[in-house]
């Protein structure tokens, strides 16, 4: 367990007045794998929408009026089946290019065995099939592992990224798909550092939300991830490269950026949207009345029409050699 600084969003309801969106940090302890709080909140004070905030999606909550002021958690969204499905169904897959790249670096044949840490539903570590000889995905969230599609050397177990149970110096690649800010960094760089082999490569990726569609579209999903609280640039994700620079058990380090292409239409965007943990926390289903994500709704089916459109996903990799 560790103690972090954590935003989230709230929703403050003022009696007579509408509503305004205001932002609340807290000091919050918890499992940041399992996404589950253990304690009340300390209030440490209101932060201003233009200030510099780190958030982790671990839980949303929302303020309720009454005469006595309550913050109420709002369901953890990664726990919810129809959220789990849109997430596989929207979520972007691993660039051809970051594999190819990966490979290369662990040495001149097929890696042996890729552990993907917090695979959730596979997207990143089937990727791997017929690229790896084995890959294994390890997860702490039953409900996402369940759409995961083992099979042709690609395997799923149920575990904790910082005590994968992998023997050590046993693995080519270790990878985390938008996953490593989830993580208790100290204790799983260590974990990663143990699995790797010597000459092993280690790659944090995080793509860039949104991604490009249209310039048009632009505008309308930056106003919609402003309104859930969702930031454009995670300062958890920033800090990966110097994490690992730090604790000195590599020899080797870099940050690389590559891009990806894939189609999609007006259908796949409205789930991508709701496959975030900060909006679908406020917004329940495509056909939710929110004013905000009706807005949102209407000018993407305007923008989108009914055809698919190519979308270019941004990649910033953290690479790490031991």
């Given amino acids: ?109 097929a890696p042996q065995l890729v552990v993907d840490l917090g695979c959730g539903t596979g997207l990143s570590t089937v990727a791997w099939r017929g690229r790896a000889r084995r890959a294994i995905g ?62 092993g490569v280690f790659a944090a990726y995080d793509y860039a939300v949104p991604p490009l569609i249209l310039p048009e579209l632009d505008p309308e999903l930056r106003r919609l991830f402003r309104w859930t609280g969702l930031p454009e640039i995670p300062v958890e994700k920033a800090r990966h490269l ?10 080797w380090t870099r940050r690389v950026y590559l891009h990806s292409v894939e189609q999609g239409n007006v259908q796949r965007l409205f789930d991508f949207a709701l496959s975030i943990g900060h909006v679908a926390a406020l917004v329940h289903g495509v056909d939710d009345k929110n004013p905000h994500w009706v807005r949102f709704r209407k000018a993407a089916e305007r923008r989108l029409g009914s055809r698919s459109w190519p979308w270019w996903w941004t990649y910033d990799v953290a690479l790490a050699l031991k």
């Fill in 1 to 109: 367990m560790r103690t972090r600084y954590a935003s989230f969003r709230l929703e403050h309801v003022r009696q007579n007045s509408g509503r305004a969106t205001k932002y609340l940090r807290f000091e919050w302890t918890f499992d940041p794998e399992v996404h589950l709080a253990t304690r009340r909140p300390r209030t440490l004070g209101w932060v201003g929408l233009d200030q510099d905030v780190v958030v982790c999606e671990v839980e949303l909550f929302r303020r309720i009026p009454s005469r006595r002021s309550t913050v109420t958690p709002i369901v953890n969204s990664y726990n919810d089946s129809e959220f789990v499905q849109r997430y596989a169904r929207a979520r972007p897959r691993p660039p051809a290019d970051l594999l190819t790249l990966l490979s290369r670096l662990q040495g001149p044949r």
């Fill in 138 to 199: 390890i997860d702490r969230n039953p409900n996402m592992m369940a759409l995961a599609r083992p099979g042709g050397g690609v395997e799923f177990r149920e575990g904790k990224a910082d005590h994968t149970g992998i023997p050590s110096a046993s693995a080519d690649l270790v990878t985390c798909s938008q996953s490593f800010h989830w993580m208790a960094p100290s204790s799983t760089i260590r974990e990663i550092a143990r699995i790797l082999r010597p000459g």
């Fill in 242 to 251: 110097a994490r690992l620079a730090r604790s000195r058990r590599f020899r």
